[in-house]
Structures are given as C-alpha cells and as structure tokens.
C-alpha cells in the first residue's frame, strides 16, 4: 500500500522560532502534496495544495509568508512554520496524492504535534 | 462555504453492539468519503462513494450515499475496542476535483 511519512512527529519550539516539517511519500510519486491543521477535538483544515515544480495554493485565511510550502520534488513537500507563536500550535497532517489518480488515492501522513512554547 | 456536519458528535457503545453515524451537507457531493482517525495518526480511508443509492461494505462497515446526494451514513457492525476513533466523513470540496473537504467528526468509545 502506499506509505506516507511524516517527520519529525512531535515538535516543541520557542516563540518565534520556525520549524521545518517533512512530507514523504515512499512508495509513489506524487505530484500533489496537501497540508491540513487539526486542532484538539476538531476537524481537518485544508491549509494548501502544494504541486511539483510550482508554487503551493493556499486557502483562504492562511497566511503564505507564515506557511512556507515547497513541493521540490515528487516524493517530497515541506512545510516551515515561520516565526511561530503559541497560537500555532496544532496538529500539522500532510496527505499526497498519486499521479493522475482520483480524489479517495490520497494517503494521509501520520501527522506531525507541534507545540510552541 | 461547503459543510460536513456529522451526527452524533460522539458515542458511547458497549462492544457487540451496532453503530450508526451520519453525515450531512448543505450542498451536493459527487463523491462521500469515510476516514477513520486513530488518537495521534492521520486518516485512513475506509470507504469510499461515487453513486447515489450505492451501498458499499468493508468488513463490518457498511456505508451508504444517500439519494439525495446531501448526505451518508456509516454503519458499524459488533462494534469491537479497536473501533475507538473519530471518524470522518469527506468530498471533494466545491469546484475541485482533489481538495477535500472534511465533516466535523464522530467519536466513537468503546466499552467492554
């Protein structure tokens, strides 16, 4: 089955400071990558949609210069928090999706906890 | 904008019995999608709906689109401890054919 990893899995960091997060998927190529935020007891947030070899989409309210997404390459997208503050803490979750597949081929990574002291 | 509004906001069941979860939305989907989220991992398909009317089973799931296309519902047979979780229901979100868009969540406890 296709694999999707995610690291680091857990992150504790100073105000403004920022965190990098990893997504990987290890077993297919994936020409989109997307990036959601859970917070506590909530559902999935659609934070952006990162494509290969071009700049992510965000949605609306979400902050690009705060969100740094890139897509470098088909097994890789990754996700900097910049200058985060406690109010970013969350539940980051990455999910890709397979080349030239349909919307249920999309593999969730098992999440990344980042708490901002 | 599009919302996924899922009832029971959470349950309680003892192990055997059946469950029954459902989801709505204001506007038509193409396509229902049902997750199951285990406590710290990301989501894992369960089943997924491409007709009205259409009735799709995973082992003890069983998921329906409704006829209307505003809604699905999620069925759980002898619910067993490892069926605790919260579960999804998703669809593409308006205009998109990838971007989903996520319910507000079931969450599901087990007793024995």
């Known amino acids: 089955g296709a694999v999707v990893s995610q690291h680091p899995s857990r992150v504790i960091c100073k105000s403004g400071t920022s965190v990098k997060i990893e997504c990987r998927s290890l077993?297919?190529?994936?020409?989109?990558m997307f990036w959601y935020r859970q917070f506590p007891k909530k559902s999935l947030m659609l934070m952006a949609t990162s494509n290969e070899g071009s700049k992510a989409t965000y949605e609306q309210g979400v902050e690009k210069d705060k969100f740094l997404i890139n897509h470098a390459s088909l097994t890789l997208s990754t996700l900097t928090v910049t200058s985060a503050h406690p109010e970013d803490s969350s539940f980051y979750i990455c999910?890709?999706?397979?080349?030239?597949?349909?919307?249920?081929?999309?593999?969730f990574g098992p999440g990344t906890r980042l708490t901002v002291l | 904008g599009q919302q996924l509004n899922q009832s029971p906001q959470s349950m309680f069941i003892q192990e055997g019995e059946d469950v029954s979860m459902n989801c709505t939305s204001s506007?038509?989907?193409?396509?229902w999608l049902w997750y199951k989220q285990d406590p710290g991992e990301g989501p894992v398909l369960l089943i997924a709906l491409y007709k009205a009317g259409e009735l799709t089973s995973n082992g003890r799931l069983t998921a329906q689109f409704g006829i209307t296309r505003k809604d699905s519902f999620l069925n759980i047979s002898a619910s067993i401890p490892s069926d605790v979780g919260i579960y999804f229901c998703a669809g593409p979100a308006a205009g998109t054919a990838s971007k989903l868009t996520f319910g507000t969540g079931t969450r599901l406890q087990v007793t024995l």
């Open positions: 999910s890709a999706m397979k080349a030239g597949t349909v919307i249920d081929t999309q593999y």
């Open positions: 077993d297919f190529q994936a020409t989109t």
């Open positions: 506007s038509i989907f193409n396509t």
